[in-house]
């Protein structure tokens, strides 16, 4: 074990010592060979508990390089969660880290406090000049190691997000510190918490979010109704436990450069899921724009938080919404109900079509395992935005995963997103979304 990994167990050494109950976790300390058996009997010779983990502790110092994640994982899986995002704020406060912890709603952060921190997700910023501030590096990374007490938890900063004033430019919600435990949700609270048919979701924050929003174009139409759709999401998923990162108005490169970054970003590592959410004008053929007119392709973004790219992310879900056209066909469909909206503009931009090919298809399933793309419009056709509320397939998921998280896993919730989305009517043109699925356990997204 690393240096660096057995000074954060010497700083977590007091919490575990008052909260491990071995037994909890013996055979995953077996099953993943942290210990041997004999081993295991010499520690648990020990008459009193405190003792056991203790000597505990000790050993496992010395039990190789990968004890450490071992470790980490047999506490997740023995019903000690909370211990193993105690040890994970320890590494992050280290390590300097910016980690926002527990995702609590805007609205319950305390106004007395005034302390700013890093912006979520801090290191993923991408230096790009001329799009406003959309690439700027808001805030640094600690830049010196922070030492923290054994004291009890509930004297520790909890990062919350808070609310951003403006959606051009940066856009990115900052986190202040606030030293009290009233807005740590006890995990008897959550939905689902992960089994041989589910998806763990017990990490703290559940899983990372980066909105990526692109309103002003450099040749291109604006797409009013976009901040809308930016706030929402937002808000719902640092209401159901993510951290969330948005940045807005970003350059085809921009965007490549930001998802590289976050697929190397180390606190995969710690969190049980990701989402990618992109908002921009779309072409034919599954390409997304960015403001000075190149384009990504859809398999450019999945491609690099697949199993060959992104270890982080091994056995993870991951959820990639993509509100854009996907070509100029208008969809026409029965009398639905009609949404009550000033304009309603299509995310279509018309640019000479690209050779033909299926970007869901460029890769064997297995390499995408445990991802699910959800578009909001089929192969071809226009996505229709309201210049005042944001898009119809944002504003349906917005609505049904705040009503469905804790009940339904995901896969059931964009069924009813499809169902409220093609209800909608404009001009006797309608719009259906598509899901591409390769997950392989039910996924719950577990609200606070």
Same mark, same amino acid.
Request: charged share 25%; hydrophobic share 35%; with cysteine.
């Given at each position: $074990?690393?240096?660096?990994?057995?000074?954060?167990?010497?700083?977590?050494?007091?919490?575990?010592?008052?909260?491990?109950?071995?037994?909890?976790?013996?055979?995953?300390? !077996?099953?993943?060979?942290?210990?041997?058996?004999?081993?295991?009997?010499?520690?648990?010779?020990?008459? +009193? #508990?405190?003792?056991?983990?203790?000597?505990?502790?000790?050993?496992?110092?010395?039990?190789?390089?990968?004890?450490?994640?071992?470790?980490?994982?047999?506490? #997740?899986?023995?019903?000690?969660?909370?211990? +193993?995002?105690?040890?994970?704020?320890?590494?992050?406060? !280290?390590?300097?880290?910016?980690?926002?912890?527990?995702?609590?709603?805007?609205?319950?952060?305390?106004?007395?406090?005034?302390?700013?921190?890093? %912006? *979520?997700?801090?290191? !993923?910023?991408?230096?790009?000049?001329?799009?406003?501030?959309?690439?700027?590096? $808001?805030?640094?990374?600690?830049?010196?190691?922070?030492?923290?007490?054994?004291?009890?938890?509930?004297?520790?900063?909890?990062?919350?997000?808070?609310?951003?004033?403006?959606?051009?430019?940066?856009?990115?919600?900052?986190?202040?510190?606030?030293?009290?435990s009233q807005y740590i949700t006890e995990s008897s609270n959550k939905g689902y918490t992960g089994g041989k048919e589910q998806y763990s979701m017990e990490s703290n924050p559940r899983g990372l979010v980066l909105i990526i929003n692109n309103r002003e174009f450099d040749k291109q139409k604006p797409r009013p109704g976009t901040e809308y759709d930016g706030t929402m999401l937002r808000d719902m998923f640092i209401h159901l436990g993510f951290a969330v990162d948005q940045i807005c108005d970003l350059t085809a490169f921009g965007m490549k450069e930001k998802l590289k970054h976050l697929a190397e970003y180390p606190m995969l590592h710690y969190v049980d899921s990701l989402v990618v959410?992109?908002?921009?004008?779309?072409?034919?053929?599954?390409?997304?724009?960015?403001?000075?007119?190149?384009?990504?392709?859809?398999?450019?973004?999945?491609?690099?938080?697949?199993?060959?790219?992104?270890?982080?992310?091994?056995?993870?879900?991951?959820?990639?919404?993509?509100?854009?056209?996907?070509?100029?066909?208008?969809?026409?469909?029965?009398?639905?109900?009609?949404?009550?909206?000033?304009?309603?503009? @299509?995310?279509?931009?018309?640019?000479? /079509?690209?050779?033909?090919?299926?970007?869901?298809?460029?890769?064997? *399933? @297995?390499?995408?395992?445990?991802?699910?793309?959800?578009?909001?419009?089929? /192969?071809?056709?226009?996505?229709?935005?309201?210049?005042?509320?944001?898009?119809?397939? *944002?504003?349906?998921?917005?609505?049904?995963?705040?009503?469905?998280?804790?009940?339904?896993?995901? !896969?059931?919730?964009?069924?009813?997103?499809?169902?409220?989305?093609?209800? &909608?009517?404009?001009?006797?043109?309608?719009?259906? /979304?598509?899901?591409? &699925?390769?997950?392989?356990?039910?996924?719950?997204?577990? %609200?606070?």
């Amino acid at each position: $074990m690393d240096e660096a990994h057995k000074e954060i167990l010497r700083k977590s050494r007091v919490k575990i010592v008052e909260d491990l109950l071995i037994d909890d976790i013996l055979d995953k300390l !077996l099953e993943k060979e942290v210990f041997t058996a004999m081993m295991l009997e010499y520690i648990m010779a020990e008459k +009193a #508990r405190p003792d056991q983990v203790r000597k505990l502790i000790d050993n496992l110092q010395r039990r190789g390089p990968d004890a450490y994640d071992k470790f980490i994982l047999c506490l #997740r899986e023995g019903g000690h969660a909370h211990l +193993a995002n105690y040890i994970l704020n320890t590494e992050a406060e !280290l390590r300097g880290w910016s980690l926002p912890y527990n995702g609590t709603s805007r609205n319950s952060v305390s106004e007395q406090s005034s302390q700013t921190m890093e %912006p *979520i997700l801090s290191l !993923l910023h991408v230096q790009e000049t001329g799009h406003g501030n959309a690439g700027q590096n $808001m805030a640094d990374t600690r830049g010196e190691l922070e030492s923290m007490d054994d004291s009890d938890d509930s004297n520790q900063n909890t990062f919350i997000p808070v609310q951003d004033t403006q959606m051009e430019g940066d856009a990115v919600p900052y986190i202040v510190a606030l030293s009290t435990s009233q807005y740590i949700t006890e995990s008897s609270n959550k939905g689902y918490t992960g089994g041989k048919e589910q998806y763990s979701m017990e990490s703290n924050p559940r899983g990372l979010v980066l909105i990526i929003n692109n309103r002003e174009f450099d040749k291109q139409k604006p797409r009013p109704g976009t901040e809308y759709d930016g706030t929402m999401l937002r808000d719902m998923f640092i209401h159901l436990g993510f951290a969330v990162d948005q940045i807005c108005d970003l350059t085809a490169f921009g965007m490549k450069e930001k998802l590289k970054h976050l697929a190397e970003y180390p606190m995969l590592h710690y969190v049980d899921s990701l989402v990618v959410v992109i908002l921009s004008h779309g072409l034919k053929d599954d390409t997304v724009c960015g403001v000075d007119g190149s384009v990504v392709k859809y398999d450019e973004i999945t491609e690099l938080f697949d199993s060959k790219n992104c270890p982080l992310l091994h056995h993870k879900p991951k959820l990639f919404i993509i509100n854009a056209c996907r070509g100029d066909k208008e969809n026409t469909g029965s009398q639905g109900s009609s949404i009550q909206a000033d304009r309603v503009d @299509p995310d279509i931009v018309v640019i000479p /079509p690209r050779p033909k090919g299926n970007a869901f298809q460029s890769q064997p *399933i @297995p390499t995408l395992q445990d991802m699910v793309i959800a578009a909001s419009t089929l /192969p071809g056709h226009v996505s229709w935005r309201d210049d005042n509320k944001g898009s119809w397939f *944002i504003q349906a998921i917005v609505e049904v995963f705040q009503e469905f998280s804790k009940t339904h896993h995901i !896969l059931d919730m964009l069924v009813r997103v499809n169902r409220r989305v093609a209800q &909608n009517l404009h001009k006797n043109k309608v719009q259906l /979304p598509q899901s591409i &699925n390769m997950l392989t356990k039910d996924w719950f997204l577990n %609200p606070i």
